[in-house]
């Protein structure tokens, strides 16, 4: 199973973007898909998670209200939307997927099965 990030790029503060992950391989029908960014010096953090069997999908406090996580299935892709970015969103972004389902205290830890290779966001002030 490979998972394949794209969209970073260089924007300015205040600006959109979109990134996306495509899941290929083996058929692999993941129930939770996620995002996580490192920024230089600083350890891996938590941005969005959306799973097949919660309701909503789950945000890290920083990016509520400015970013949107949505997963298309039949594409087996998974996206982020980002608004009103701000310099601190600067980073590498990378996906992960589960197959199973995790429990609720480790949607934001990165004990995911697999990961993309992560896709480099900078937001210039």
């Known amino acids: 199973v490979q998972l394949q990030a794209s969209g970073g790029g260089l924007v300015q503060a205040g600006d959109s973007l979109r990134l996306s992950c495509v899941t290929s391989g083996r058929t692999f029908s993941s129930d939770t898909m996620a995002w996580f960014r490192q920024a230089p010096g600083k350890e891996r953090e938590f941005v969005a998670a959306?799973?097949?069997?919660?309701?909503?999908?789950i945000y890290a406090d920083s990016v509520k209200g400015r970013f949107t996580i949505s997963r298309d299935n039949r594409q087996n892709t998974v996206y982020l939307q980002m608004n009103n970015v701000v310099p601190e969103d600067t980073g590498v972004y990378y996906c992960?997927?589960?197959?199973?389902?995790?429990?609720?205290?480790?949607?934001?830890?990165?004990?995911?099965?697999?990961w993309g290779q992560g896709t480099q966001v900078t937001v210039s002030s």
């Open positions: 959306i799973s097949r069997t919660r309701p909503a999908p």
């Open positions: 992960a997927a589960n197959g199973n389902r995790l429990i609720l205290s480790a949607i934001s830890t990165p004990r995911y099965d697999y």
